[in-house]
């Protein structure tokens, strides 16, 4: 039986990871050049474009999509075989892993990230701290263990996984008039919205949507948090887009608050997390990194 190149897997990883030509070469240090035929050999191992032109950037296939955490996993299989054998011992570890992430990510995967932690290395201690300009020195110096977000302008030799991949939808009270009629693009922009900016931030992805159609919004608040934002929702005709995965929390809350879908093509957001290389080798390190993945992985986006 004839194998293909597995370096076709490494490869295929760091393009669906990176979303990228130029991100995927920068990750294996090879030319855009040579990167890009590689990239025409596992599309033809494949049997399919696995990413596309949109734009001036390029997106997964469906196919490229449903590959994605299998060729992960594979990926992370194959790699523990040239790492070391030392393992760390979990239940007498001590250790404070300090991560860096908005009220979003921890209100979502805060407590399962912890519980794990409690039965698995009970002398850890978990600590969010709060988000900062200069990420990048901030792993470079060992202040934070891992830094997640959706943003990727990070120092050249940082490390980054994608964890998943969610989108933004509409929150408004229950009773919302929004609800009466079909939810189009000029109705939605016919109320006012809360912007969720810890920069004060008024305008977005969405601004430039509307634009695109030849409408506006009003911005009424802006606030530094999606959670202290929702808490203007329930006695106000305000709307407020957020990432889905919030839905989580608003559901647990049992806030008299209902969800829609934002009648406009917006772009997916990749959550991902980023670590120095320093770490790499460090069990209790990618200890942390291999749950914290495995937590995201059982993120499927709530039904709005």
């Known amino acids: 039986m004839h194998l293909p190149d597995m370096n076709l897997l490494v490869a295929l990883d760091a393009l669906l990871d990176e979303g990228s030509v130029v991100g995927a070469a920068r990750r294996m240090s090879l030319s855009p050049a040579a990167m890009s035929r590689t990239l025409t050999r596992i599309r033809s191992a494949v049997g399919d474009p696995i990413l596309v032109r949109a734009g001036r950037g390029l997106v997964p296939t469906p196919k490229a999509l449903a590959l994605r955490v299998q060729v992960r996993s594979l990926v992370e299989q194959a790699a523990q075989v040239f790492l070391s054998g030392d393992e760390v011992d979990l239940t007498t570890l001590e250790r404070c892993y300090n991560l860096r992430a908005n009220d979003v990510f921890v209100a979502a995967?805060?407590?399962?990230?912890?519980?794990?932690?409690?039965?698995?290395?009970?002398?850890?201690?978990?600590?969010?701290?709060?988000?900062?300009?200069?990420?990048?020195?901030?792993?470079?110096?060992?202040?934070i263990d891992l830094y997640i977000s959706a943003t990727r302008n990070l120092g050249p030799e940082i490390k980054v996984q994608s964890l998943f991949t969610t989108t933004f939808v509409g929150l408004a009270r229950v009773d919302h008039p929004i609800f009466q009629e079909e939810i189009t693009p000029k109705r939605f922009a016919s109320y006012a919205q809360v912007s969720v900016s810890r920069r004060g931030r008024a305008t977005g992805p969405i601004d430039t949507a509307l634009a695109g159609m030849g409408l506006q919004r009003r911005v009424a608040l802006i606030t530094p948090s999606f959670h202290s934002a929702m808490f203007a929702l329930p006695d106000s005709d305000l709307l407020l887009p957020l990432p889905e995965h919030v839905l989580w929390s608003v559901s647990r809350l049992g806030l008299p608050l209902r969800s829609f879908r934002i009648p406009m093509a917006l772009e997916t957001v990749v959550v991902m997390q980023a670590w120095h290389p320093r770490f790499d080798n460090d069990s209790a390190h990618r200890w942390l990194r291999q749950t914290l993945k495995e937590s995201c992985a059982q993120y499927s986006s709530p039904r709005v």
């Open 109 to 143: 995967f805060g407590a399962q990230l912890l519980e794990i932690m409690r039965k698995k290395a009970p002398r850890t201690v978990l600590r969010f701290v709060p988000e900062g300009e200069g990420e990048d020195d901030a792993l470079r110096e060992g202040r």
